[in-house]
C-alpha cells in the first residue's frame, strides 16, 4: 500500500466553489482514481485543506495522476485555491509523523 498527504491552501472566499466542485467530480476525474484503486479524503482547517490519500503502489498513484483531464481540473482548481511562491498551485508534501492501519505502508505498527 502506498499513502501520501500534501496541504493546499484555499483562496479567500475559495471554500464554496472548491466544496461544490468536489461534490459534483468530474466522472473522468473518479474514474483517474477508480481505476488505480486510489482512496482519498481531504479535510478543512480555516483557510487550509489536507489531502490524505492511499493506492495499491506508487506506480497506481503516479498512474492515476497522469489522466489528461487532470490538466483542465487544475485549472478549475486555480478559481479556489492558492499559488506558491513559484506560480504554480500550493500543493505542499506533509511529513510522515506517525501511521497506522492502512497507511503503515512499511509494517511498523502490525
Given at each position: ?26 466522472p473522468e476525474i473518479n474514474r ?24 495499491p503502489t506508487r506506480a497506481d ?28 498551485l500550493f500543493f505542499e508534501p ?17
Open positions: 500500500m502506498y499513502s501520501t498527504a500534501l496541504v493546499m491552501r484555499l483562496r479567500p472566499g475559495g471554500y464554496a466553489g472548491y466544496k461544490k466542485a468536489h461534490d459534483e467530480l468530474w483517474s482514481m477508480a481505476d488505480h484503486g486510489v482512496s482519498m479524503g481531504i479535510y478543512r482547517h480555516g483557510d487550509l485543506l489536507f489531502l490524505f490519500a492511499c493506492a498513484w503516479e498512474a492515476s495522476r497522469e489522466y489528461p483531464i487532470l490538466e483542465e481540473w487544475t485549472k478549475y482548481m486555480r478559481e479556489y485555491l492558492d499559488d506558491g511562491d513559484d506560480g504554480e506533509l511529513e510522515e509523523a506517525f501511521v497506522f492501519g492502512l497507511f503503515d505502508t512499511e509494517g511498523m505498527h502490525r
